[in-house]
């Protein structure tokens, strides 16, 4: 049974950087792609980025210039880093993977809040 | 970016009912297209991919099709599990995008 588990700070100031770390429990991080996405309080999904098990990126170009996403095989993790955040960036948090082009499998979501 | 655009944006059924909700992409996609179920909550889960192959696990009452730019998720008889908000996405070229859901209520 595959799982996912974020996990990192709930509240994070603005201007500072929002770190997050998805735990992949089930099935090894090798031969697949991981994702993040993200939802707004009571809005709809947003797509912020993927990588491989090599370490190739794939990030959406709104959030490009703030966003590291990384991978530790030997740890069966991978991370998000997002700087200079603002309240826009209040949202839940969610890791998914497995394919390329399809999120077969989710996380339970964190929701991380901007706010001084 | 592509624009998916799901119609309707709520709709109200009751269990037995068959539905069908529509996703139009703003240019053509091939049959790059994805639906996801969301509970309030919860994670969303995916349903169909590559706009109809339907995962497993995932009972046989839900189905998806279409290709370019029109795409259908039907639910041939509701349950009450299968009230909740639905989701298509477009994989076709990132930044990959979502739809803005549809809401699916009981009436």
């Known amino acids: 049974q595959v799982q996912l588990q974020e996990s990192g700070p709930g509240l994070v100031k603005p201007s500072e950087t929002l770190s997050l770390t998805c735990t992949v429990n089930?099935?090894?991080?090798?031969?697949?792609?991981w994702s993040w996405i993200r939802q707004s309080p009571g809005k709809g999904l947003e797509w912020i980025g993927y990588?491989?098990?090599?370490?190739?990126?794939n990030y959406n170009p709104s959030l490009k210039s703030r966003l590291t996403i990384s991978v530790d095989t030997s740890k069966n993790q991978f991370s998000l880093h997002l700087t200079s955040v603002t309240t826009a960036d209040t949202a839940v948090y969610y890791c998914?993977?497995?394919?390329?082009?399809?999120?077969?499998?989710w996380g339970q979501g964190t929701l991380v809040t901007v706010s001084s | 970016d592509i624009q998916m655009t799901q119609s309707p944006s709520s709709l109200s059924a009751s269990v037995g009912d068959r539905v069908t909700i529509t996703c139009r992409a703003s240019?053509?996609?091939?049959?790059?297209s994805n639906w996801y179920q969301q509970h309030p909550g919860k994670a969303p889960k995916l349903l169909i991919a590559a706009a109809s192959a339907l995962q497993s696990e995932v009972p046989s009452r839900f189905s998806g099709g279409g290709s370019g730019t029109d795409f259908t998720l039907t639910i041939s008889s509701l349950q009450p599990e299968d009230f909740a908000t639905y989701y298509c996405q477009q994989t076709y070229t990132t930044p990959y995008t979502f739809g803005q859901g549809t809401k699916l209520e009981i009436k």
């Open positions: 240019q053509s996609i091939s049959s790059y």
């Open positions: 089930g099935v090894p991080i090798s031969g697949y792609y």
């Open positions: 998914a993977g497995r394919g390329r082009r399809q999120c077969n499998n």
């Open positions: 990588i491989s098990d090599s370490g190739s990126t």
